[in-house]
């Protein structure tokens, strides 16, 4: 209980070591009762949404918040909102037998109280570089007791990603990328260093031209036109929102680029690109495949 | 004859005055009651009774004891505090405008919690587990402490202070925050900024019973503190000089008024967030409903905010369930609309 409140209040604060270690224990005793069959599922959380499906026990579930976009069926489940900002009677109102969400589900007063109402939660742990995907696996496995589905999904996994990583480290050349998150206001806002945009480029044999700096940020015109990027990736969906390819394409700063110059626009779903679930040797492969389909 | 008119007229005055409260009190009441009674999950009279005799199953009794009840209190605590710091506030500034925004209250609030959620890994590394949700809320009280005795502070001159100057100072300082604040968030990671975001919109949800323990009592000593300031109020109606001359120490009232308002507020604010407009509108539907005598106007202001803040709780947990939309957007949504018709009705502003 402490270990929960403590992990979400402070997810925020990078004490990202401490807090898996709080999970970790948090799941030891969990996952020690938890193990039984549950029909009336909430989910938290878009990667762990996906899992649960992978595993086949998407109709077990009733409720998914909303991040969880993937697969379509989730469109006919509840809504219980963000995944950050869950309110607990909301919850509570849909009568679920378990609440399962990812390591950053909450607010911890919230996860608290559904705990003093009786309801069943696991939170997933964080896992971190490789391994965060088959950890988040065998954590839903476990708690759903479907360990064998589990460790299957697991074992494909790691083939994918170790075929990628074979082909990927058989370049010899690594394009520059820019994931562009969104371009609503002005400088267009870009995953930096240790952002999930940045590991799924180096995953994919590139190398990201924003990584001067970490996280999330606006990168200003000229900054854009120095790390001249020879691709830029973006979600499909923004794409459209924004006004079509031109908006980005046709921006000053990005026309100075070699991508703006080649029109080297790589437009995926945002989710199966950043969202480290099953899809993402799916999603490595496919930008992959636009990074070095030319022969650069 | 004449005379007989005229007590007349008052004690006519007087009984719808009192019809008045009376109906603002029974809203109250029905409205808290609603609080805990109405909620996403339906749970029947008989189950409410038996929680209340601690005979339910744990799922009622910890929607009522743990989710409900805590609601309610806290809602009805920030409500009260946040119309009578307004009311106290625009009679002390004689500005239509002010509300607790404007001494900085939420503005310090907001960047001590900034401060602790992007920066706080820095210095926060020795603070035993059991303490740490509730550093936030400590943060954001002391930052609304600060901020406004800065403000307080600055907008003195040669021991006086005056109201514009005040004003003034106030702008400032918010919009200095406000850059902090900008500039933290710019720097903030991803999962910092939506900390952030979420701190700042707002919700009666965020605590469980210790802490809404804790700002309900501040917010009510204080509250109950600023109803000494009634007659001096009056007074300041009549601008600055005539209350000096009726013999009160007008920069001492100001100071204290000012200062208690920022204990209550954020008390209120550093729990729930900022959450606006009740401070602003509550006393004016006030005065549109018993007048300016500030005796009148702040028991019925609070009366009126708690209505207000209870009201847009009811509404943002019942419209979308399982969801919640944030309590400032109702507050907003019922406050404004509602304030308009007023305002378009009242031949007298």
């Known amino acids: ?80 909102g963000y995944v950050r900002a869950l309110s607990a009677e909301g919850v509570l109102s849909l009568s679920p037998d378990l609440l399962i969400g990812a390591d950053d589900a909450g607010p911890a007063n919230v996860i608290d109280t559904l705990k003093a109402a009786g309801l069943p939660i696991a939170l997933a742990p964080l896992g971190h570089g490789a391994d965060r995907v088959p950890t988040k696996i065998h954590f839903v496995g476990e708690t759903l007791g479907l360990t064998a589905q589990a460790d299957q999904l697991i074992a494909q996994y790691k083939t994918d990603m170790a075929a990628i990583k074979a082909r990927v480290d058989g370049f010899d050349h690594r394009p520059k990328v820019i994931f562009i998150l969104s371009v609503r206001e002005g400088a267009p806002v870009v995953g930096g260093r240790e952002t999930s945009a940045n590991d799924i480029i180096e995953l994919a044999g590139g190398e990201n031209a924003a990584g001067a700096f970490s996280g999330w940020k606006p990168m200003n015109a000229e900054a854009l036109i120095a790390a001249n990027p020879d691709f830029i990736v973006m979600s499909g969906a923004h794409a459209e929102n924004i006004g079509g390819d031109d908006a980005v394409m046709k921006r000053p700063d990005v026309q100075q680029t070699t991508a703006g110059k080649q029109g080297n626009l790589v437009k995926m779903d945002a989710m199966m690109l950043l969202g480290f679930g099953p899809r993402t040797p799916a999603a490595v492969a496919e930008l992959m495949g636009h990074l070095h389909a030319t022969g650069h | 004859m004449a005379l007989a008119e005229t007590s007349q007229h008052r004690s006519r005055l007087w009984t719808k005055k009192q019809a008045i409260f009376c109906g603002l009190f029974f809203a109250v009441v029905a409205i808290a009651l609603a609080e805990v009674a109405i909620g996403p999950v339906p749970l029947s009279l008989s189950q409410i009774y038996q929680t209340l005799m601690g005979q339910a199953d744990p799922m009622p009794t910890a929607i009522i004891t743990q989710i409900r009840a805590p609601r309610m209190v806290l809602g009805l605590g920030i409500g009260l505090s946040l119309a009578i710091c307004g009311a106290v506030l625009q009679g002390l500034l004689r500005n239509p405008l002010a509300d607790p925004g404007l001494i900085g209250i939420s503005g310090g609030a907001s960047a001590a919690v900034v401060v602790v959620i992007v920066l706080g890994d820095l210095f926060l590394g020795d603070i035993p587990a059991t303490l740490r949700p509730y550093i936030l809320p400590i943060a954001a009280f002391c930052g609304a402490l600060l901020v ?50 979420f701190w700042s919109m707002g919700s009666l949800a965020k605590s469980g019973w210790l802490a809404v323990v804790i700002s309900v009592a501040i917010m009510t000593l204080s509250s ?65 409903l018993v007048g300016g005598s500030h005796r009148f106007l702040i028991p019925a202001a609070a009366l009126v905010g708690g209505v207000l803040l209870l009201g847009a709780d009811l509404i943002v947990r019942n419209i979308a369930p399982p969801q919640e939309l944030p309590i400032g957007l109702a507050t907003s949504l019922i406050g404004g609309p509602f304030f308009l018709f007023l305002l378009l009705r009242s031949r007298k502003i």
């Open chain 1, 1 to 80: 209980m402490a270990g929960a409140q403590f992990l979400t209040v402070w997810a925020g604060c990078k004490m990202l070591r401490l807090t898996s270690i709080a999970v970790a224990l948090c799941l030891t005793t969990a996952s020690a009762t938890l193990a039984q069959t549950y029909n009336r599922i909430a989910v938290a959380g878009g990667d762990i949404t996906e899992i649960v499906y992978a595993l086949g026990a998407g109709d077990k579930i009733i409720a998914v918040d909303s991040t969880s976009g993937f697969p379509q069926d989730t469109q006919s489940k509840e809504q219980i």
């Open chain 2, 148 to 197: 406004t005795a800065l403000i307080l502070g600055l907008s003195q001159k040669d021991g006086e202070m005056s109201v514009g100057r005040l004003i003034l100072v106030g702008v400032a300082i918010n919009s200095i925050a406000g850059a902090g604040i900008g500039f933290l968030t710019y720097i903030s990671t991803d999962t910092q900024l939506r900390d952030l975001t």
């Open chain 2, 224 to 288: 109950l503190a600023l109803l000494r300031f009634t007659r001096a109020l009056d007074l300041f109606q009549l601008g600055e000089r005539a209350a000096f001359h009726s013999g009160l120490n007008v920069t001492k009232i100001k100071f204290t008024a000012c200062g208690i308002c920022a204990m209550a507020v954020g008390a209120g604010v550093s729990i729930a967030g900022p959450i606006g407009f009740i401070g602003l509108v509550a006393p004016h539907i006030a005065r549109m």
